[in-house]
């Protein structure tokens, strides 16, 4: 083991703490995260804690340590604390806001084309049930730069909404939305706002206390993406505005005595990756937060250049656009379908040792490629080589 005080140089001296397979090329931290040995040791210990004695560890040791993994992870996003509970996942965040709303016919809902399809569908769900409209913001793709995002958003605002969801980094695109620019038109608008953060935290400098004064009334945030906690973790945090008849989507014993409460409990289910967030935040503390995302930052763009030249293509977004995930065309001119993204995923794994999602844009097949601090460019060198540069 490396002394505590001289960390590992950042890439392929960082795999021992991970147990990714050694013989793919891991391209795809965006989609579900990887979690550091350390944090899955943590998770053990805590499993470990409460099977030996499951009901004194849920009725008298769970209140408190998730409260202390709670403050642990709010101080890191910049969270007031007694506004951040735990959920499962993203989804589940954000299906909380959107289910707890007392849903009007008529109600506007704004949402980009390129929200994520779970969000997107809770919407058209509402839309059935409640008589809300959904009014979707156009984002082009390939997206010239912030003022077309910008103003994709203004169009769709401009007859005013109860409910505006913005994506901080778009799923697919990996494109990071200008929340400072976009959070004075929710406002202008009269609109609260769910913020869909699921790959903010650790990738973005999140300060969501800042974001709440901006306007922003709930932001759900993943804390199994880019802070690399176990599977599972993840967070809503509400504003003052946002408190008024929010409830988990799982109606709790709990039921009106508290944030804390309700969310904390939702009936039995396994806390432990919840409570390994502290460990998953001191990993990536020990390589620095802000060289963290620095690096990742850095390692995206090399890797986003290396592969454009290679298959003579633009990534779909500017580079002042990105932070650790880019998105780049394929070189081909099949049409994407659901059956052939699947495909391609896979040649890319099994001809190129390389696992990477293929996502259907605009009919056109693209690749969205993660950076991470256990990759070095060489890893993206087998897919750059995958096509010959066109014409
Ligand atoms: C913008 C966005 N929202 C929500 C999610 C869903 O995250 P989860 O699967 O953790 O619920 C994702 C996942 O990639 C995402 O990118």
Known sequence: MASPDVPDPLGHAQRRHWTLDPGIHFLNHGSYGATPRVVLESQSRWR????????QFMNDVLPGALAGARDRLADFVRSPRESLVFAVNATEACAAVLRSLDWKPGDRIVLANHAYPAIRNTVR????RYGVVPVEAGIPWPLPGDDALVDAYADALRGGAR????DHVFSPLGVVSPLGRLLPLARAAGAQVLVDGAHAPGQLDLDVGRLFEMGATWFAGNAHKWLCAPKGAAFLAVSDAGREGLHPVVISNF?????AWEFGWTGTRDPSAWLAVGEAID????IGAARYRSALATQQREAADLMAAAWGVQPGAPASSRAAMATLPMPIDEPATRESVARWRLHFLREHRT???VFDI??????RISAQV????SDFAPLAAAFQPQG
């Open 163 to 166: 409910l505006a969801i913005f």
């Open 255 to 259: 039921y009106g005595e508290g944030l």
């Open 355 to 357: 696992e990477v999602p």
């Open 374 to 377: 256990y990759n070095e460019l």
């Open 48 to 55: 470990a804690r409460m099977e030996r004695q499951p009901v």
């Open 125 to 128: 769900f509402l839309a059935g």
């Open 362 to 367: 605009g009919g056109r097949h693209w690749v």
């Open 283 to 286: 990993f990536i503390e020990s």
